[in-house]
Each structure stands twice: as C-alpha cells, then as structure tokens.
T-cell receptor, first 111, second 110 residues
C-alpha cells in the first residue's frame, strides 16, 4: 500500500518566489516523517524530520515543514527560493522500521 | 570523516553478467539498505539488513543478492536474472530512524 504520495511530479517557480511542495502519508497515527533533497547524480541529503512535538519543523537551507494530522500532510515550504534549490525532493515515512519514499518532486527555478 | 562510500560511481556491464556494487560505512550503524532509483519511480527498496549476518528482501529483490558479513559492508550483486538492471543504485545506513546515503552507483548494462 502506498505510504507516501507526492502529487506534483514537477514544480516550477521563479527565483525569489515562495515554494510549497506537497506530501501526503497514509501510515501510522503518529508517523515519523522526513524530507530529503537530491541533486542530479548524487545521494540524498536530509532537510528535516518530524517525530513528535511542535508541528512546524525547521530544517537546513531555510526550509521548513508543517505536520497536519487532520490532513495527513507534511508539506515542505521555503519563503524565497534560490537557483541552487533546483533539485529533486523526496518525502519519506518510516513503516515497519523501514524508510519508505515518495516518488519525488522535481523543482525547477526560473531566473 | 564518517560516511558511506559507494563504488564505483559509474559501472558498465554486458548483458548476462553478474556485477557487484560496493557499499562501505564507518558510521557504526547496524542497519543498511539498498535502493534502486529510476526516473519518476522514487526510491524502491531492494534489500535491507538490520544486523550482521542477517538481511531481508525489500519490495523489488528479484534478480539481486546481498551479503552482510561485516557491520561496515553491505555489497549488492545484480545478477543476470534481473531483467532491467540499468538504474541508479543508492546505499544507505540508518541510525534510529534517520537514513544516511552514499553518492550512488549508476549501472548501465549494454
């Protein structure tokens, strides 16, 4: 069963604009949730994670994410994107002690 | 520096040949994972190991094999039974519930 859904395959925003990448999960009442970023041909880097507590989580590179239990969502946000943010972003959830990934959202930045 | 090392970065093989991808970690993590990445498919779990000398199949284990003789090493063999082996392969180790990734190996079978 699909545990993580990222509805947007591609997102294009202008440099300096705000960003929101969507993620919905379908596993666990209190899931462990992550956002990772991948540059082309590279491994994945952890941006942020949510286990419990404050539902607004701050990460690296100016990213944040908000856990909304009522919507089963964990959307990633950034107030102002930079050209270097162009990459693929993966939402993930822990299921049965394994990390299960969504299919990713590729972010394109317009100059 | 602690981390996960995958080698080689690029690998070419002829169809029908087995090939082994290396993954080494010096993070002292018990759990290690192999994922396959194809465009638009995200990361799909091939095999994982929670402890030395033990491993389990993931979602797409057919045509692959692994071993875990040492805590630091978790090599993946892509066998000739894997029908479509050309892909980007990522190794990860896990501490608690956070995964740390290597830089990947791009395997091309011709």
């Amino acid at each position: 069963a699909q545990s993580v859904t990222q509805p947007d395959i591609h997102i294009t925003v202008s440099e300096g604009a705000s960003l929101e990448l969507r993620c919905n999960y379908s596993y666990g009442a209190t899931p462990y949730l992550f956002w990772y970023v991948q540059s082309p041909g590279q491994g994945l880097q952890l941006l942020l994670k949510y286990f419990s507590g404050d539902t607004l989580v701050q990460g690296i590179k100016g990213f944040e994410a908000e856990f909304k239990r009522s919507q089963s969502s964990f959307n990633l946000r950034k107030p102002s994107v930079h050209w270097s943010d162009a990459a693929e972003y993966f939402c993930a959830v822990v299921r049965d002690d394994k990390i299960i990934f969504g299919k990713g959202t590729r972010l394109h930045i317009l100059p | 520096d602690g981390g996960i090392t995958q080698s080689p970065k690029y690998l070419f093989r002829k169809e029908g040949q087995n090939v082994t991808l290396s993954c080494e970690q010096n993070l002292n993590h018990d759990a290690m994972y192999w994922y396959r990445q194809d465009p638009g498919q995200g990361l799909r779990l091939i095999y994982y190991s929670q402890i030395v000398n033990d491993f389990q199949k993931g979602d797409i284990a057919e045509g692959y094999s692994v071993s875990r003789e040492k805590k630091e090493s978790f090599p993946l063999t892509v066998t000739s039974a894997q029908k479509n082996p050309t892909a980007f392969y990522l190794c990860a180790s896990q501490r608690y519930t956070e995964a740390f990734f290597g830089q990947g190996t791009r395997l091309t079978v011709v």
